[in-house]
C-alpha cells in the first residue's frame, strides 16, 4: 500500500504494511475504507473510489471553511442544506 505523507513543505510516498502506526499517525484498512488518523484529531476515510470523508475533532469548531463547511454548530447557516 502506497501512502502520502505531507509536513510542512515536502510530501514524501512511501509503502507500509497495515496496519501502521507512526510518526503520529495510525493508517488502517476497515472493509473497503482506507483509514488515517492523526493525533492532531484528524480523521481521513476514502473507499479508493468514490467516497471520502474527514472528521475533525471538536477543538477545531468554528476555525474551519469551505470545502469543510463552518464546523460551527449552528444548523441554519448549513451550507449543505438545499430548498430544492
Known sequence: MSCFVLTA???FLFRVQL????SSIQIEKHGVYL???SKLGLVFMWNDDDSLLL???EKYA???CGLCGDFNGISIYNEF???G
Open 9 to 11: 513543505d515536502l510530501l
Open 19 to 22: 496496519p501502521f502506526s507512526g
Open 35 to 37: 483509514s488515517v488518523t
Open 55 to 57: 472528521e475533525l475533532s
Open 62 to 64: 468554528n476555525q474551519t
Open 81 to 83: 442544506f438545499s430548498n
